[in-house]
């Protein structure tokens, strides 16, 4: 039952969106089972009232009330195609708006598109199923931008296409609880600043049918304008150095050997030219199998 419920949960693509612009990819050291994989579709919606310009937590510019807010439906899945070797896909339709307090005469602004696509190879490594060292897996992933404008406090994206590289440590310890920690770098075109990133997560079974889990996610660019500092303008965001720090709780349903559900949300704790967000959703996830 573990094995199968490891695959379901761990496989999926549910996706904390960090800020104003959603944060690609999320692996696992945990793959599909050979000739198997699962498609999953998921809602996230975040607001925030609040922005950390450089590292200072303040309210968002204008002259009070405004909200930054993005709503994204994502759509993914992974197959594998050996004991060692699996491929994933995620991406996602959003629309974000940015609305002004009372009395500002400056119109709320409001986007939507397809947001960036992300195709990653997973190869593992180590499997712990067979060693006595804890899963260990090398992942490589091509980012795609979508088809939305930047420039805005509200973009859905940065608009750079590139990729990312990370390695993936997962454990379990008996048969309720398990661990995976992810560290990775990214790199993108057109001027966006490279970014190193780190995702750390639990998961414990509670029963047959229900699973809690915990996570904290890091994304720290390496360099970058800041808002409102030299060189800085509107149409130059893509190019902020944009850090976050975001924990967050899921709780996950298996419905039957195929299908699951999850409910999950999250906070903004710590940031730089990032919104305070926060972030609820819910996901849906079907397994399958070709053999």
Same mark, same amino acid.
Request: glycine share 14%.
């Given at each position: 039952?573990?094995?199968?419920?490891?695959?379901?949960?761990?496989c999926?693509?549910?996706?904390?969106?960090?800020?104003?612009?959603?944060?690609?990819g999320?692996?696992?050291?945990?793959?599909p089972?050979?000739?198997?994989g699962?498609?999953?579709?998921?809602?996230?919606?975040?607001?925030?009232?609040q922005?950390?310009?450089?590292?200072?937590?303040?309210?968002?510019p +204008?002259? !009070?009330? %405004?909200?930054?807010?993005?709503?994204?439906?994502?759509? &993914?899945?992974?197959? #594998?195609?050996?004991?060692? /070797?699996?491929?994933?896909?995620?991406?996602g339709?959003?629309?974000?708006?940015?609305?002004?307090?009372?009395?500002?005469?400056?119109?709320?602004?409001?986007f939507?598109?397809?947001?960036?696509t992300?195709?990653?190879?997973?190869?593992?490594?180590?499997?712990?199923?067979?060693?006595?060292?804890?899963?260990?897996?090398?992942?490589?992933?091509?980012i795609?931008?979508?088809?939305?404008e930047?420039?805005?406090?509200?973009s859905?994206?940065?608009? +750079?296409? !590139?990729? %990312?590289?990370?390695l993936?440590?997962?454990r379990?310890? &008996?048969?309720?609880? #398990?661990?995976?920690a992810? /560290?990775?770098l990214?790199?993108?075109?057109?001027?966006?600043?490279?970014e190193?990133?780190?995702?750390?997560?639990?998961?414990?079974?509670?029963?047959?049918?229900?699973?809690?889990?915990?996570?904290?996610?890091?994304?720290?660019?390496?360099?970058?304008?800041?808002?409102?500092?030299?060189?800085?303008?509107?149409?130059?965001?893509?190019?902020?150095?944009?850090?976050?720090?975001?924990?967050?709780?899921?709780?996950?349903?298996?419905?039957?050997?195929?299908?699951?559900?999850?409910?999950?949300?999250?906070?903004?704790?710590?940031?730089?030219?990032?919104?305070?967000?926060?972030?609820?959703?819910?996901?849906?996830?079907?397994?399958?199998?070709f053999?």
């Amino acid at each position: 039952m573990h094995r199968f419920a490891v695959t379901t949960l761990t496989c999926s693509v549910f996706v904390f969106c960090l800020s104003s612009r959603p944060a690609l990819g999320d692996a696992s050291a945990w793959l599909p089972e050979p000739g198997t994989g699962h498609l999953s579709l998921s809602y996230v919606s975040q607001s925030a009232e609040q922005f950390y310009r450089g590292q200072e937590k303040r309210p968002l510019p +204008g002259g !009070g009330g %405004e909200d930054l807010s993005q709503a994204t439906v994502w759509m &993914g899945g992974s197959y #594998g195609f050996n004991d060692s /070797f699996a491929v994933d896909v995620q991406t996602g339709w959003a629309k974000s708006q940015f609305m002004t307090g009372p009395g500002i005469p400056t119109p709320s602004e409001s986007f939507n598109g397809m947001v960036d696509t992300n195709i990653g190879l997973t190869w593992r490594i180590v499997d712990e199923v067979i060693s006595d060292s804890p899963s260990i897996a090398l992942r490589a992933g091509a980012i795609l931008a979508g088809d939305y404008e930047t420039g805005f406090i509200n973009s859905l994206g940065d608009g +750079g296409d !590139g990729y %990312e590289a990370s390695l993936v440590v997962g454990r379990f310890l &008996g048969d309720q609880v #398990g661990l995976s920690a992810e /560290f990775g770098l990214r790199r993108r075109n057109n001027n966006i600043p490279g970014e190193r990133f780190a995702n750390l997560s639990g998961i414990w079974f509670l029963n047959d049918s229900l699973t809690v889990g915990v996570e904290y996610r890091m994304v720290n660019s390496t360099s970058g304008l800041q808002i409102g500092g030299p060189g800085f303008a509107p149409d130059r965001f893509p190019e902020i150095e944009e850090d976050t720090q975001t924990v967050g709780a899921r709780l996950y349903y298996s419905v039957n050997e195929n299908f699951s559900l999850s409910l999950f949300g999250g906070s903004v704790i710590d940031g730089r030219n990032a919104a305070a967000s926060n972030i609820f959703g819910a996901a849906a996830s079907y397994s399958f199998d070709f053999l």
